[in-house]
């Protein structure tokens, strides 16, 4: 069974930063495509963004790009989401997930296609 621990979440202003870590208890093949899901209060979890830890593709919510950025360490089998310019709608728990199955553009950033979690970590944007 893969484990995956998130870290670096927390309570930041506005117009801040946060980076956010997550590190996969095993390598491939059950983590082939790893990333980040966020889920507000009320809401549906939402995708943020993925990658293959083996290549180079990388998905994400056009809404969120030029501020999230993914990246990842594939010594470590660790993923992180660089979050910058922080927006109060930006609060959610942010999950990790993995597949063994390798990121596709038509289901990057539905839920049932990982079958890994981890435990979410909080991120609140607040003044």
């Known amino acids: 069974q893969v484990q995956l621990v998130e870290s670096g979440g927390g309570s930041v202003q506005p117009g801040e930063s946060l980076r956010l870590s997550c590190a996969a208890s095993?390598?491939?093949?059950?983590?082939?495509?790893m990333g980040w899901f966020r889920q507000a209060p009320g809401k549906e979890r939402e995708g943020v963004a993925v990658?293959?830890?083996?290549?180079?593709?990388?998905y994400s919510a056009d809404s969120l790009k030029g501020r999230f950025t993914i990246s990842k360490d594939n010594a470590e089998n660790t993923v992180y989401l660089q979050m910058n310019s922080l927006k109060p709608e930006d609060t959610a728990m942010y999950y990790c997930?993995?597949?063994?199955?390798?990121?596709?553009?038509?289901?990057?950033?539905?839920?049932?296609?990982?079958?890994?979690w981890g435990q979410g970590t909080q991120v609140t944007v607040s003044s």
């Open positions: 997930a993995a597949s063994k199955y390798p990121c596709y553009s038509g289901t990057w950033n539905i839920s049932s296609a990982y079958e890994h």
């Open positions: 990658t293959n830890i083996g290549g180079s593709t990388i």
């Open positions: 095993r390598s491939t093949p059950s983590t082939v495509c």
